[in-house]
């Protein structure tokens, strides 16, 4: 889900802003009467055959409730759609995009919005956003440290979590410290997917946050000047640890996905991932052994919120808004955190929700190796975007020639 350089420096050169809001998204009853009859284009990674099936059954009760056909666009990158965005606007197409909807975050976000080439602000007009209660939750509101103003809907929460085979490693490392010292004793045992996959790339960034002491830098735009300085210790610790790495780090794997069959086949017995319930649905599945749990950092791990925007030139905005507000009703989410589904957290508040759609989560068992959300500990803000790229770059450049 990566903004390539390239793209960035393309998005500068825009100029001018967004079409006027229409339809309006207050005028709910208008958008969903909108809505009705139109097809929606929902441009949403494809990697992960859970997510997959969600989105159909997603794109089943919007056809049966409200008359919306959802169609899946299976992307492998946020930034293929982005890329082409970027070429429409160039062209001149302001109404007649391809995308209507589009699961993006971090680098992508903070592009789009920066270009005007999203639609809005809408989100806090969906009538399901209240149920998040942004108020007592500002991630709601805010993506890789930029502002959200109403320029994305809120989907699933996400968090960093590490799972082991308990039968294996029945006391697994608990800090990038330890996680060296056990990796040295133990080699062969652990890996992480290739930068620049969001999920290797994420650990880059929980191993920095962790490292660098003071984090505060991360937290703003990438000085030049200081980088090298502020990410030395990161790159100490990964010379150090990929000699101890599966294939002595000659080879890495390429997602999150081929990280979990690596420890299903028990090639590995520790990884990560940043679904909670990931651990759960491959025991489910019989890709993990009934043996692996889950567990979080001593010192916390990052966590998100995964949005949905709407591009400028989206040719069925009020379907793509009555998209995104189904996608917040507790119906879905509740759907989705089964963990046999999608195992994905919700981005609902409990207090928010009235007693039925409250039992609606307590009937759901979210599996044996699923912490609860009191057990994940403390939650790490993401940097902001523009490290990502910069690690990112940086991996590659140390390490992409192995």
């Known amino acids: 889900m990566r903004m390539p350089v390239l793209l960035l420096s393309m998005l500068a050169l825009l100029t001018g802003s967004a079409r006027a809001a229409t339809p309006d998204p207050q005028d709910w009853d208008a958008v969903q009467a909108e809505a009705r009859g139109q097809t929606v284009y929902f441009h949403a990674w494809a990697g992960d055959p859970q997510i997959n099936g969600f989105?159909?059954?997603?794109?089943?009760?919007?056809?049966?409730?409200?008359?919306?056909?959802?169609?899946?666009?299976?992307?492998?990158?946020?930034?293929?759609?982005?890329?082409?965005?970027?070429?429409?606007?160039?062209?001149?197409?302001?109404?007649?995009?391809?995308?209507?909807?589009?699961?993006?975050?971090?680098?992508?976000?903070?592009?789009l919005k920066a270009s005007a080439l999203l639609f809005g602000p809408f989100a806090e007009s969906l009538p399901n956003f209240a149920l998040v209660e942004a108020e007592r939750f500002p991630e709601m509101r805010e993506d890789f440290t930029i502002p959200v103003e109403g320029y994305e809907s809120p989907w699933t929460r996400s968090r960093l979590v590490f799972y082991h085979d308990a039968a294996l490693l029945p006391e697994p490392p608990r800090s990038m410290a330890s996680l060296l010292a056990w990796s040295a004793a133990n080699p062969g045992q652990f890996t992480y997917p290739r930068p620049p996959d969001f999920l290797g790339s994420t650990f880059l960034k929980q191993a920095l946050l962790e490292l660098a002491g003071d984090s505060t830098a991360l937290y703003k735009p990438v000085d030049p000047a200081r980088f090298d300085e502020i990410s030395a210790p990161l790159w100490a610790f990964l010379d150090a640890l990929h000699p101890?790495?599966?294939?002595?780090?000659?080879?890495?794997?390429?997602?999150?996905?081929?990280?979990?069959?690596?420890?299903?086949?028990?090639?590995?017995?520790?990884?990560?991932?940043?679904?909670?319930?990931?651990?759960?649905?491959?025991?489910?599945?019989?890709?993990?052994?009934p043996?692996?749990?889950?567990?979080?950092?001593?010192?916390?791990?990052?966590?998100?919120?995964?949005?949905?925007?709407?591009?400028?030139?989206?040719?069925?905005?009020?379907?793509?808004?009555?998209?995104a507000n189904y996608l917040l009703s507790p119906e879905a989410q509740a759907q989705a955190y089964a963990p046999e589904v999608m195992g994905s957290t919700t981005v609902l508040s409990m207090a928010a929700l009235n007693p039925e759609?409250?039992?609606?989560?307590?009937?759901?068992?979210?599996?044996?190796?699923?912490?609860?959300?009191?057990?994940?500990?403390?939650?790490?803000?993401?940097?902001h975007p523009?490290?990502?790229?910069?690690?990112?770059?940086?991996?590659?450049a140390r390490y992409g020639a192995r």
């Open 55 to 111: 989105i159909v059954w997603a794109g089943e009760q919007l056809e049966a409730q409200f008359g919306v056909t959802l169609q899946h666009v299976k992307i492998g990158d946020t930034a293929e759609s982005v890329s082409r965005i970027v070429a429409e606007r160039m062209a001149g197409n302001q109404e007649q995009g391809s995308a209507d909807l589009l699961w993006v975050n971090g680098e992508n976000f903070a592009a």
């Open 244 to 289: 101890t790495l599966l294939r002595s780090g000659r080879s890495f794997p390429g997602n999150g996905g081929e990280l979990r069959r690596m420890l299903g086949d028990g090639e590995i017995v520790l990884a990560f991932s940043f679904s909670p319930a990931e651990a759960s649905a491959g025991i489910l599945a019989g890709e993990l052994p």
């Open 291 to 323: 043996s692996v749990r889950t567990y979080v950092p001593s010192g916390g791990s990052i966590g998100n919120v995964s949005f949905l925007a709407i591009p400028f030139n989206a040719p069925a905005k009020a379907g793509a808004m009555v998209a």
């Open 357 to 383: 759609d409250r039992e609606r989560f307590a009937r759901i068992d979210p599996g044996v190796a699923t912490l609860p959300p009191e057990a994940l500990g403390v939650s790490l803000r993401e940097p």
């Open 386 to 396: 523009t490290w990502m790229e910069a690690l990112e770059q940086a991996w590659l």
